[in-house]
């Protein structure tokens, strides 16, 4: 979940650095490091605090190098503070080197190493690995790739490492084992990041690597090759296909602001090319060639975490509804562990925004060792779910900057929306006409969002009128209950507000007790087939004087006499109404962290990509 970036050149390194660290603090910000290489002389500074608060340090002691590395961290082991921040050094300060990911067996390398005479400086685990290397390195007359390779051959666990040493001080080597690393080629020089955000002010020429590689760059050429077997692995070059605007705020206050706008454009773009309106069904090229064995399936898995399981949840509904075919939902944390019911009759759906989400490619290696076919959902080409999976589906939301996500939420729920009409279709479930209902409906998805995004003065003053409330209740039926649970998530997530989501039936066998003059319920009540039976859970919150907040359709006499704050959003097919209904959800949220004065972008405790357990 850290930030890593490296820079191996002829131009001065730390400006590099410093600028693909502030792209990458979204991966971690409560410390940052950096260790650059000038002269033979490896010199070093880390911080507590975000990145600014590291090159005010930097500007104080004129720091500079062509070769370095640095580092923004998102604490596992060990408190925030100076010392347990990145980069770690070895006994001598020889070696430094920059980690994300977490060392299992640490407790018994650190033993062997104290009985060496090692002393440490810091509770992580990460130093660890660099005094180990140190230790092989000085013992054993190997140069720096051996000696990197032989520590890590004993290491378990999960890493993206990038380390650099005074000793060889024209080599900058890499190594990835569960944890991403991207590699970026320039003219003459090369760059080193957990993703492509740094890279792509320089260029767009990147190698991902993968599992068990490392890249040795030294004297001006890279290899890659296999930690285990030592053997030079040929890779393809890749290139990276967003701008670097995409990367950038712009006039927006906060990059969740600015994403949540950009849904107008991202649903569309997620349906681009794929949606056959006319025909009523979809096309969704990067499964063709499976679609004998996904028609064919006895039963679907969507695995997840977060809000990707939020989607999945909207997925399953979907699915059983157009496809008749019985679909699980299942956190990746828990479908890794158990025992579950996976065969060649299996589809397993892993979805992920960053397609780097440790839980979620556990949970695809699972499936595959079971037989089961799998099908990634994710929105970064190149990505481990992206390569790992048997077949998948690209969404298009662009680079997702904020912590807490939004349009890559709604991408996802417009993927399995074209999945599900898609197999709906083949299995003849659906009908032309249905289909087409469908499609036209899908297609005015993006002037429906821009509708929305037009007018928020009454959410604003929802988010005025209860920014000092303690706990939230968000009630929805049927589809709209994944909605529920994921608008509680995003009030959770960015104003520490306590948020519940709950099927509005089941607010009688619990929730109710909690309902007085300062609990908010938002209800999400379009005119469809639940509107009666959520019209009376509103008069129970009513009755019981808590603030009810409805979003609907369209305007009832009922809604306007029971709703406190009454949101009225485009009417649209019951099936994609989800999709549309989740934008005031996420602007509500916006409102009220910026009012409670939280970091809206950078959460407490929270990173964009979970890439350990």
Not at 309 to 321: F, P, R, T
Not at 515 to 522: K, W
């Amino acid at each position: 979940m850290c930030g890593i970036v490296g820079y191996w050149g002829k131009k001065e390194s730390v400006p590099i650095l410093i600028k693909g660290l502030k792209r990458l603090e979204y991966r971690g910000y409560d410390s940052a490091g950096i260790a650059v290489i000038k002269r033979n002389n490896l010199n070093y500074l880390k911080k507590t605090g975000k990145v600014r608060e590291l090159e005010k340090e930097i500007n104080r002691e004129k720091l500079t190098g062509q070769i370095g590395i640095a580092h923004t961290r998102w604490a596992t082991h060990g408190i925030p503070n100076d010392i347990n921040a990145h980069p770690h050094m070895d006994v001598s300060e020889s070696m430094a080197l920059i980690h994300n990911g977490i060392i299992e067996n640490y407790s018994t390398l650190r033993e062997v190493l104290l009985k060496e005479g090692v002393k440490f400086k810091s509770d992580t685990d990460t130093e660890v690995v660099v005094q180990l290397i140190s230790s092989i390195y000085k013992k054993n007359g190997l140069s720096l790739e051996e000696s990197v390779r032989a520590a890590l051959q004993q290491v378990i666990g999960a890493y993206g490492v990038v380390l650099v040493s005074k000793d060889e001080p024209d080599t900058l080597i890499a190594a990835r084992f569960g944890s991403p690393l991207v590699v970026g080629i320039g003219e003459g020089e090369y760059f080193v990041a957990s993703d492509a955000a740094p890279i792509i002010d320089y260029t767009r020429n990147v190698m991902y690597l993968d599992e068990g590689e490392m890249a040795i760059i030294t004297n001006g050429e890279l290899t890659i090759k296999n930690i285990f077997e030592n053997k030079i692995i040929s890779k393809e070059i890749s290139k990276v296909d967003w701008s670097v605007e995409q990367i950038e705020k712009g006039n927006y206050p906060h990059y969740m602001l600015k994403e949540i706008n950009e849904q107008e454009r991202t649903v569309v773009d997620t349906m681009r090319g794929r949606l056959r309106v006319e025909d009523g069904d979809a096309h969704l090229g990067g499964i063709r060639d499976f679609m004998p064995r996904i028609e064919s399936a006895r039963r679907y898995y969507i695995t997840a975490c977060g809000t990707s399981w939020h989607a999945g949840m909207i997925g399953k509904y979907l699915l059983e509804e157009y496809a008749g075919i019985p679909v699980h939902v299942e956190y990746a944390s828990e479908f890794r562990y158990r025992e579950t019911i996976v065969g060649p009759d299996t589809v397993v759906i892993a979805i992920s925004q960053s397609g780097e989400t440790a839980d979620t490619l556990a949970a695809i290696r699972k499936a595959k060792e079971k037989g089961a076919l799998t099908l990634g959902i994710c929105n970064v080409v190149g990505s481990s779910i992206s390569r790992d999976t048997d077949c998948g589906v690209y969404t298009h939301a662009g680079p997702e900057i904020g912590v807490a996500s939004t349009k890559a939420f709604t991408a996802q729920v417009t993927v399995l929306s074209m999945l599900a009409l898609m197999l709906g279709r083949r299995k003849d479930r659906l009908s032309k006409s249905q289909g087409q209902e469908i499609t036209r409906s899908m297609n005015k998805l993006g002037d429906y969002i821009k509708e929305v995004l037009t007018d928020d003065k009454q959410l604003q003053k929802v988010a005025k009128d209860t920014q000092n409330v303690n706990h939230y209740l968000y009630l929805g039926r049927g589809l709209n209950f994944p909605v529920a649970l994921e608008g509680a998530l995003k009030l959770k997530e960015i104003s520490y507000i306590h948020a519940e989501g709950y099927p509005a039936a089941e607010m009688k066998h619990g929730p109710i007790a909690l309902i007085d003059e300062n609990m908010p319920v938002v209800f999400i009540a379009p005119h469809d087939k639940t509107y009666e039976k959520i019209l009376s859970n509103i008069e129970q919150v009513k009755s019981r004087k808590g603030i009810t907040i409805v979003i609907t359709d369209k305007h009832s006499k009922d809604l306007d006499a029971l709703a406190d704050y009454l949101i009225v959003i485009p009417s649209t097919h019951a099936h994609i109404f989800p999709i549309l209904v989740s934008i005031p959800l996420q602007l509500l949220a916006y409102h009220l962290a910026v009012l409670r004065g939280c970091n809206v972008d950078q959460p407490r405790n929270l990173a964009k990509s979970v890439t350990v357990e």
